[in-house]
Nanobody, 121 residues
Framework: QVQLVESGGGLVQAGGSLRLSCAASGRTFSSYAMGWFRQAPGQEREFVATIVWSGGRTYYADSVKGRFTISRDNAKMTVYLQMNSLKPEDTAVYFC??????????????WGQGTQVTVSS
């Protein structure tokens, strides 16, 4: 079992930056790939980024590539999402998840409650 709690969301102007954190509890955190997804009102939850258990490989959605960076600290049982050059279309609730490396929600077994990110134009 893994419990996940996101933090770091908020309101930011376009072009600004935010850093999301996802703190995990549970003894098997380091064995899971970790992902970030987001969901805007009226839309399906979409993949943002994922990182393998070792941190050695990362994958990004095309819409955030070059602007967002996912990282993890297994000793602190935390995964991060550094978001730069934010755009209004990045506005969504952001969720972290633990599971297998992948880009679909079906590949993740555990989810946090989400944190709101709002980017004003």
């Amino acid at each position: 079992q893994v419990q996940l709690v996101e933090s770091g969301g908020g309101l930011v102007q376009a072009g600004g930056s935010l850093r999301l954190s996802c703190a995990a509890s549970g003894r098997t955190f380091s064995s899971y790939a970790m992902g970030w997804f987001r969901q805007a009102p009226g839309q399906e939850r979409e993949f943002v980024a994922t990182i393998v258990w070792s941190g050695g490989r990362t994958y990004y959605a095309d819409s955030v590539k070059g602007r967002f960076t996912i990282s993890r600290d297994n000793a602190k049982m935390t995964v991060y999402l550094q978001m730069n050059s934010l755009k209004p279309e990045d506005t969504a609730v952001y969720f972290c998840a633990a599971g297998r490396t992948g880009t679909t929600t079906y590949e993740y077994d555990y989810w946090g409650q989400g944190t709101q990110v709002t980017v004003s134009s």
